[in-house]
């Protein structure tokens, strides 16, 4: 069922235009799973039970994987089976009627504003290394964009004096303005400093690394942990702390769903409308630090 399985990564890139980590997470999945299913049953997807699959989430549980990943895993083997479907193999899925528990999920950690200053201020600007991280810090929190929208980011993609970026998300492009300082500090690294970082010329990468070639994700997670540590931040920051506390610091200051929605690039403002509990939860969180007889 190899052949199968391809079709559906296939179908996947070329279909559904889903991101190149969405892809990677459904597709080591259901290669685990089909792996577990021909070692333990001698079967393959197609012939799977929906025992078998039940089997297969009590062995991930005793392995010991969390709620959250066997909740996740359980979501991408329903959507293989659904192509699976339509695709004719089967009648029926198999995991239709098959349900874990995801157990407590936890709201994302947010940067209060003091936080992003003191963040934002660890990059010593006296070198290229400086100005440049001073240059990423900022635009990720300025725009809230994804870790892999800001190393994929090209020089062709910021319009300096419009203040705006150009982000490729996996369905449409969107322009993201830009506030003065990250404007600076942008401005300075572009101008004066990235010429001298490259390896090549002709490099398209806004963002380099030492060698001079485009910044990887975990070169820059690398970077982002070194400033929290220099930040003395106890909080356990990822670039996606920094997109987090964009959006919920806007909502914070009078942003609409609609509009936060098409800044963070999503397709369904469900994904957006987790920001308006997150702020209810730091609101609940003040009042009852703060009231007196809460």
């Known amino acids: 069922m190899l052949d199968l399985i391809d079709a559906y990564e296939n179908y996947l890139t070329k279909v559904k235009q889903a991101s190149a980590n969405t892809i990677a997470s459904y597709m080591r999945d259901i290669r685990q799973f089909a792996d577990w299913l021909g070692e333990t049953e001698g079967a393959n997807v197609v012939d799977a039970t929906q025992v078998n699959i039940s089997d297969y989430f ?15 895993s359980l979501a991408g083997l329903k959507n293989f089976y659904s192509y699976v479907v339509s695709s004719g193999f089967l009648e029926k899925s198999p995991v239709v009627d ?29 070198d290229a290394k400086g100005f440049r991280d001073k240059a990423m810090l900022e635009v990720l929190y300025a725009t809230g964009i994804r870790v892999t929208e800001l190393i994929e980011l090209d020089v062709d993609d910021v319009n300096l004096e419009l203040a705006s970026i150009k982000c490729a998300g996996a369905k449409k492009t969107r322009s993201i303005p830009l506030y003065p300082a990250a404007l600076r500090a942008l401005s300075v690294y572009m101008n004066e400093v990235r010429a001298g970082m490259l390896s090549d010329p002709a490099e398209q990468a806004l963002f380099v690394n030492v060698n001079g ?24 920051i990822t670039p996606h702390t920094l997109r987090h506390s964009f959006a919920v610091h806007l909502l914070e200051n009078g942003a609409d769903l609609g509009s936060l929605q098409e800044l963070m690039g999503h397709s369904d403002i469900s994904s957006t409308q987790m920001y308006t509990h997150m702020l209810n939860q730091r609101l609940k969180s003040v009042y009852d630090k703060c009231h007196p007889k809460a």
Request: aromatic share 4%; hydrophobic share 35%; proline share 3%.
């Open 58 to 72: 009590a062995h991930l549980t005793q392995e010991g994987r969390s709620g959250a990943t066997v909740s996740r």
């Open 98 to 126: 098959i349900h874990v528990d995801r157990g407590e999920k936890k709201l994302p950690q947010i940067l209060t504003g003091r936080e992003i200053e003191l963040l934002l201020s660890q990059p010593v600007c006296v």
């Open 213 to 236: 070639t485009r910044m990887s994700r975990q070169g820059f997670w690398k970077i982002l942990k070194h400033y929290q540590a220099t930040a003395h931040i106890e909080k356990d």
